[in-house]
């Protein structure tokens, strides 16, 4: 059994507004409301989202390593902001993660009465922000993690909290 402790690289979360589409199906552009600062949105994740311009989105950037020149800022994740915006569930379980312990997708789902899927997608929002670590279990080499869990306080977990849902 094998686990790795990873960090977020430099993340943003940031309100953009879309300015542009190019194409149904392709990738959209917009600016950070702060300063704004472009931001490439792959075509995978405005088809998804239907991004249209004038629309805002609650996202999470990273660095642009193809071509910052152009667009510093990369979407790596979205929340959309509107009446089913996943914010107050965000805030929510990143309050009762500051209270310590290491969290488990599941364990984030029944706190928040949502499914697992959904919950791992909030507790990624968290990782992504930059606001918790994430520790991956691996059955075997070059495989998936097997399991996986978030903490806030990666260096005051303690090892007996890794228990998997075997009961290892």
């Known amino acids: 059994m094998t686990f790795r402790m990873q960090t977020s690289s430099a993340s943003l979360v940031s309100v ?8 149904a199906g392709g990738p959209a552009f917009g600016v950070t409301h702060e ?4 931001v490439y949105v792959p075509a ?8 249209e311009a004038g629309q805002s989105y609650e996202m999470h950037l990273i ?32 309050e009762a993660m500051e ?14 009465g949502l499914s697992p899927e959904k919950a791992f997608w909030i507790l990624e929002h ?17 495989t998936p993690p097997a399991e996986q869990w978030y903490t806030m306080f990666p260096t005051a977990a303690d090892v007996d909290e890794f228990e998997t849902e075997e009961g290892e």
């Open 126 to 142: 968290i990782y992504m922000s930059g606001s918790c670590s994430k520790f991956l279990r691996f059955d075997a080499p070059n």
């Open 99 to 112: 209270s310590g312990g290491v969290w488990t997708t599941q364990q984030a789902a029944d706190l928040l």
């Open 44 to 51: 995978a994740v405005a088809e998804y989202h239907k991004m």
């Open 63 to 94: 660095p642009n390593t193809v071509a910052p020149e152009k667009t510093p800022w990369f979407a790596k994740f979205v929340l959309r902001q509107s009446d089913d915006s996943n914010l107050p569930q965000v805030m929510r379980l990143r």
């Open 35 to 38: 300063d704004e600062t472009q």
């Open 16 to 23: 953009v507004d879309i300015t542009n589409r190019i194409a």
